[in-house]
T-cell receptor
Framework: GAGVSQSPSNKVTEKGKDVELRCDPISGHTALYWYRQSLGQGLEFLIYFQGNSAPDKSGLPSDRFSAERTGGSVSTLTIQRTQQEDSAVYLC??????????FGPGTRLTVL | QKEVEQDPGPLSVPEGAIVSLNCTYSNSAFQYFMWYRQYSRKGPELLMYTYSSGNKEDGRFTAQVDKSSKYISLFIRDSQPSDSATYLCAMWRGAQKLVFGQGTRLTINP
């Protein structure tokens, strides 16, 4: 079956520009997560959506980062006024049960 | 201090060797323990999942949890070049948010 998909797979942008990253979770999965993985680092939690509940935004590093999830399915992570330190791989995961998360392939963001 | 500590390596071993990967944690509230495998330029995939202290075996892989020491391990027997990847431990305390280790980069040399 179809897994988690993310687009674009790669994104190169200039410092100061806004970017939008998209995640299509597995159909029927109620939970959706965004993580950031910098070179040589582990996964840094950014934000978590569960059903219709208010999202857990506790991991967002600054107010330049925001995310939404429309209709309980597709999610978009937006980074405004990108900085070079935002360069990383942004991973999305979805889950049905609370414990097992299925990851997408990630979006590699490079800020020049 | 990070909640989960994992040696980032890199770790390089010859084919056929037994590999031991480890994580320590500080929060005794963690109840569920996972190992994810991440190939280069791919997303992590769940490899092993354990709940209680003790061992869990799946083919060439064994996950071990010692809650009293706050220490978990992943053993790979008869390692293969296809096992070359980054291995991330992850822990969950029932709050829907996994906490990941830094990941250990493993290379199995033919």
């Amino acid at each position: 079956g179809a897994g988690v998909s993310q687009s674009p797979s790669n994104k190169v942008t200039e410092k100061g520009k806004d970017v939008e990253l998209r995640c299509d979770p597995i159909s029927g999965h109620t939970a959706l997560y965004w993580y950031r993985q910098s070179l040589g680092q582990g996964l840094e939690f950014l934000i978590y959506f569960q059903g219709n509940s208010a999202p857990d935004k506790s991991g967002l590093p600054s107010d330049r980062f925001s995310a939404e999830r429309t209709g309980g399915s597709v999610s978009t992570l937006t980074i405004q006024r990108t900085q070079q330190e935002d360069s990383a791989v942004y991973l999305c995961a979805s889950s049905l049960a609370a414990d097992t998360q299925y990851f997408g392939p990630g979006t590699r963001l490079t800020v020049l | 201090q990070k909640e989960v500590e994992q040696d980032p390596g890199p770790l390089s071993v010859p084919e056929g060797a037994i590999v031991s990967l480890n994580c320590t944690y500080s929060n005794s509230a963690f109840q569920y323990f996972m190992w994810y495998r991440q190939y280069s330029r791919k997303g992590p995939e769940l490899l092993m999942y354990t709940y209680s202290s003790g061992n869990k075996e799946d083919g060439r892989f064994t996950a071990q949890v010692d809650k009293s020491s706050k220490y978990i391990s992943l053993f790979i027997r008869d390692s293969q070049p296809s096992d070359s990847a980054t291995y991330l431990c992850a822990m969950w305390r029932g709050a829907q948010k996994l906490v990941f280790g830094q990941g250990t980069r493993l290379t199995i040399n033919p």
